[in-house]
């Protein structure tokens, strides 16, 4: 391997393992590009996904290809996009319960807690992305994106009596001071 080559190794190892998510986008070159939260086991990230109450992993296929952008930690702006061989693990190989036990380590807020792991098993898809070529160049133009759809609304407006209230307040305020 070329000098070039390990550095781009290695920063896609440190650069993935120190952020939180990465964007992920399936084998189709027009699906939706996901942000994904994910952790790094054994020179891989690792993702769990497709059940009820976990993240979608939309075009992720077993023996296809992915294309990850990881974000500087420091700066927020994309630091190293890099292809993927995406695997589907077996429930309950051994790279399995490898990535599932920091998978499990990781994950915020699950509606199960120690039951997690079992309902994985059963109806949802951990995906190891192994990674490939690597990329440090900035892309010519703007990567924006159409959101994708979603059930998520705004806030409502707020109610009528809501300014009047505030208002009051700052008026007594006032009068005692």
Do not use: Y
């Not at 806030?155 to 009051?168: E, F, I, M, N, V």
Request: charged share 25%; net charge positive.
């Amino acid at each position: 391997m070329t000098a070039d080559a390990l550095f781009d190794r290695a920063l896609v190892e440190e650069a993935t393992k120190k952020s939180g998510l990465i964007w992920v986008r399936g084998a189709a070159p027009e699906g939706p590009v996901r942000a994904l939260w994910h952790v790094w086991v054994d020179g891989a990230a690792h993702l769990v996904g497709d059940g009820p109450g976990e993240q979608p992993l939309p075009g992720l296929v077993d023996g296809a290809g992915a294309e990850v952008t990881v974000r500087s930690k420091d700066k927020g702006g994309r630091l190293i996009a890099w292809t993927a061989a995406v695997t589907e693990l077996a429930p309950r190989s051994e790279a399995w319960e490898a990535a599932v036990a920091e998978l499990k380590s990781k994950r915020l807020n699950a509606p199960d807690g120690e039951q997690m792991v079992e309902r994985w098993a059963a109806e949802c898809r951990v995906l190891r992305l192994t990674p490939g070529a690597a990329s440090t160049d900035l892309p010519d133009g703007s990567l924006a994106a159409v959101p994708l759809p979603t059930d998520a609304t705004t806030r409502r407006p707020a109610p009528a009596a809501l300014p009047r209230l505030l208002l009051g307040r700052k008026k007594k305020q006032k009068k005692r001071g």
